[in-house]
């Protein structure tokens, strides 16, 4: 049992370029988040998925998108590379009966 | 805007001592309150959650909870040096089963 895994563990994108932070957990969760967290700050709950299909945003969308095509994987797109997108990104996912949310090991990203 | 504040130290404190950590939120209807650790460079893992209005206790670790003052806290007794850490304290404001309100940290140092 992995739990939840986030790829990369590292990048460096230039401005401009786009990639996809590939999230995967095997404890057949139903909610999934994506959050960013910057240097000294809290969590901020960029979106989220409650099941297969279903997505919607939160706090700071803007710049990325989401998809949720199975239960188990929740990739995050950044398109167009901006330096305030440096930051490191956490997946996280939860059961619908419990609010503990697990966390994967963050992607960090750096835009230079 | 729903907030949760938390001093954001370092908090510094001798080992064997109790170190006390503190949060306030702003949404009265909040049901649910929880503290999340985070070593540097890693992620959040859940050590407390608490629901309602008292003390819960789990090892050398107690959450309080008073909704009528809006401040939940976190005591750990006989603190070790592996207890430095950040402390991430997170609200449900109970509006939303899906998101938490997050806390932007406590740095805490345990003096050997």
């Known amino acids: 049992n992995a739990g939840v895994t986030q790829t990369p563990k590292f990048r460096i994108l230039k401005i401009g370029q786009s990639m996809t932070l590939q999230c995967t957990q095997d404890?057949?969760?139903?909610?999934m988040y994506w959050y960013r967290q910057d240097p000294g700050m809290g969590l901020k709950l960029i979106y989220y998925?409650?099941?297969?299909?279903?997505?919607d945003k939160g706090e700071v969308p803007n710049g990325y998108n989401v998809s949720r095509s199975t239960t188990e994987d929740f990739p995050l797109r950044l398109e167009l590379a901006a330096p305030s997108q440096t930051s490191v990104y956490f997946c996280?996912?939860?059961?619908?009966?419990?609010?503990?949310?697990?966390f994967g090991p963050g992607t960090r990203l750096l835009v230079l | 805007q729903k907030e949760v504040e938390q001093n954001s130290g370092p908090l510094s404190v001798p080992e064997g001592a109790i170190a006390s950590l503190n949060c306030t939120y702003s949404?009265?209807?909040?049901?649910?309150f929880f503290w999340y650790r985070q070593y540097s460079g890693k992620s959040p893992e859940l050590i407390m959650s608490?629901?309602s209005n008292g003390d819960k206790e789990d090892g050398r670790f107690t959450a309080q909870l008073n909704k009528a003052s809006q401040y939940v806290s976190l005591l750990i007794r006989d603190s070790q040096p592996s207890d430095s850490a950040t402390y991430l304290c997170?609200?449900?404001?109970?509006?939303?089963?899906?998101?938490?309100?997050w806390g932007a940290g406590t740095k805490l140092i345990i003096k050997p």
């Open positions: 996280a996912s939860r059961t619908g009966g419990q609010e503990t949310q697990y």
């Open positions: 404890m057949n969760h139903n909610y």
């Open positions: 998925s409650v099941g297969a299909g279903i997505t």
């Open positions: 949404d009265r209807g909040s049901q649910s």
């Open positions: 608490i629901y």
């Open positions: 997170a609200v449900n404001p109970g509006d939303s089963n899906y998101q938490l309100i």
